[in-house]
Nanobody, 119 residues
Framework: QVQLVESGGGSVYSGGSLRLSCAAS????????MDWYRQAPGKQREKVAA???????WYSESVKGRFTLSTDDAKNTMFLQMDKLNQGDTAVYYC?????????????WGQGTQVNVSS
């Protein structure tokens, strides 16, 4: 089992920044993919950033150039630095990871952290 715990959400004004953290219960080097999703009220959950362990991050067009995904292997933590936030970024942000156990691939989700951006 892998547990993911997000932190760092909060309320900011447009143009502000927040840094989200996702702490994994085990080594992130054992994971295959780690990513960030978000879900705004009344909308479907969307992926905004992802990293295949050992590769370069991917970003959705809506956040490219403003969000930065990074990992700290020593702390088993993934981060999402969010800059130039706008009201369209208001959502619950979820950390997600997959791990290939050989016979199956498991999905793991964090509990979510709320981000509110006001004008």
């Amino acid at each position: 089992q892998v547990q993911l715990v997000e932190s760092g959400g909060g309320s900011v004004y447009s143009g502000g920044s927040l840094r989200l953290s996702c702490a994994a219960s085990g080594s992130i080097s054992d994971l295959n993919v780690m990513d960030w999703y978000r879900q705004a009220p009344g909308k479907q959950r969307e992926k905004v950033a992802a990293i295949t362990i050992g590769a370069w991050p991917w970003y959705s067009e809506s956040v490219k150039g403003r969000f930065t995904l990074s990992t700290d292997d020593a702390k088993n933590t993934m981060f999402l630095q969010m800059d130039k936030l706008n009201q369209g970024d208001t959502a619950v942000y979820y950390c997600h990871a997959t791990r290939d156990w050989g016979d199956w691939v498991a999905d793991y989700w964090g509990q979510g952290t709320q981000v509110n951006v006001s004008s």
